[in-house]
């Protein structure tokens, strides 16, 4: 596969192939209740109920089983202060890898435990006036480790397609699939093979107001930034712009990107805790939030909806589904 | 089936052939922090991702579709005021039969109506001064409605017992099963299913502190009551004893009952919220606390908790999970 040209479906397989033995297979869920509230049938793909809570292992650990034995040896760099980070470090660990995860100093300490508690080693800079990248770039050469890139890879996108592959072994039949996106990783990979699997199935991407970098780059054909400083309660789907490789992909692919505002994913995750059970973090509710607020229009569809992750910790999850 | 007669392995194929197309077959989740907590392999069977949100659908509906026609025709009734109203008011609603449940007049308004969502005639009663049984027999009685009992019946004990059946075809070693128990149907069912194909197996119930009548009516060799007016988080948990033919059950598969208090059940909804991502009710956590609070030894054994529901509301799920 080319560092730079995207994974087919039959690199899809092959991740799949490789990330078995750490994966779990997460269920579709179905509930009367979203039925009734979206008009269609609906399934959520409870990728909160992956190992370390998100579908970021699917991507980190197809790389690193990807990686030459001598490209094993010498170790691999993430810098990510999330969900990322975490997926490495596991990944790391499984395959015997030793991770380099460059994190921000005022990083929330219970990600910082859980990056060491896999071994990894931690390389802290401080957000205001360090360049996380910089940093990373050059302990990576400095030391010959492997970049694991959260999104812009073609084995990151092919580990993380393994959903659609998923999907479409659990459903003859879909219409829709929504899918929160920050840099793209994600919904690339699940639209190849969804698309490959189901033709006719339209694949949205669900981006947070001030966060819809997608949105517009669709709409003038080429990359554009989001503006600095606008904040969301969706802390896991801040990027600046997509990756070069996923708007190529996106591009192709998509039916469009969909913009959902905090409100709408504060009742989606309201929804999730009452009818559906699951506990999601905020950029893991966002294309619930997307089907239940009517961004699309679901009726007499099948769709299903991507429910990405449930890493919050107990005091925010608290305040965010308070009324 | 006899009515007074335990049921066999056979009737509980018969009940998972039966509930099959009302009913989801719930996921067994691994979690390595669970693991850790332990020092087995643990798996959480996630009733609580039922549909209606707990298991209680299971025996509902395999009494409901093992009625005759003319028991059909002329409706049944349930006195519950929680899991057991809405699933019986669910599954009638499936078979297109007619359904009475008796609730107390206190009942909260969201369990009402969910029941009436699904066609249920509805009959309050007071909680203080008057006796559901006697108003739910004497309306059976009139109307010639068939009763479908919470647990002392071996329908309602056959379809709980299809979570054992599942639980054995995906796991080819089981050393032990935590089942949180009230009257003792989930407990009876899955004893009798998961020993037949694994009959290594050792099955406890899990009961909350103050209401241990199961504990101590093993250890007295007859039913024995709960004092009363003891309270517990466990609202779904609170029986005055165990049934007749429950108790008969249990006393022969059970290898006893552990007894939890309320913090550690806390604390466990608390970790299923942090590491599992599941909304669990505090009877439907009560296994999962036996399991990390060290009520019995999991060291290197496979171990399997059920997690029976999640129905909790918004407000009472934010203050319980609170530090």
Same mark, same amino acid.
């Given at each position: 596969m080319s560092p730079h040209a995207p994974p087919s479906l039959a690199d899809i397989e092959a991740a799949a192939a490789r990330i078995a033995p750490l994966v779990v297979r997460t269920p579709l869920i179905s509930n009367p209740m979203l039925d009734a509230a979206c008009g269609g049938r609906a399934f959520v793909?409870?990728?909160?109920?992956?190992r370390h809570g998100s579908f970021k292992l699917r991507g980190a650990t197809n790389k690193i089983a990807a990686l030459a034995p001598e490209q094993r040896a010498r170790g691999v760099l993430a810098f990510s202060s999330g969900n990322h980070a975490i997926a490495t470090a596991a990944a790391a660990r499984h395959f015997g890898v030793s991770a380099v995860i460059v994190m921000p100093?005022? =990083?929330?300490a219970i990600k910082r435990d859980r990056a060491t508690s896999f071994g990894a080693e931690i390389v802290a800079y401080d957000r /205001?006036?360090?360049?996380r990248e910089a940093i990373g770039h050059a302990i990576a050469k400095a030391r010959g480790l492997s970049l694991v890139k959260p999104f812009d890879d073609p084995f990151v996108i092919a580990g993380q397609g393994t959903i659609g592959l998923e999907i479409a072994a659990d459903l003859d039949a879909v219409d829709l699939v929504l899918v929160c996106t920050s840099g793209g990783g994600l919904v690339s990979g699940i639209a190849t093979a969804v698309q490959a699997r189901r033709p006719a199935a339209q694949v949205y991407a669900v981006e947070p107001e001030g966060h819809d970098d997608l949105a517009r780059s669709l709409a003038a054909g080429v990359r554009v930034k989001n503006a600095p400083g606008v904040r969301s309660i969706?802390? =896991? /789907?801040? *990027?600046?712009q997509p990756g070069a490789l996923t708007f190529e992909i996106m591009r192709a692919r998509l039916a469009g990107s969909l913009v959902v505002a905090d409100e709408a994913v504060r009742a989606a995750m309201r929804f999730a805790m009452a009818e559906l059970k699951l506990v999601l973090e905020p950029g893991g509710a966002i294309a619930l939030a997307a089907l239940l607020s009517g961004a699309v229009d679901a009726r007499g569809k099948t769709v299903v909806v991507i429910a990405?992750?449930?890493? *919050?910790?107990l005091e925010t999850y608290r305040a965010l589904i308070g009324a």
């Open positions: 793909k409870a990728e909160c109920l992956q100093a005022d =990083a929330p /205001l006036t360090e360049d969706c802390d =896991a /789907l801040m *990027v600046e990405s992750g449930g890493n *919050v910790d």
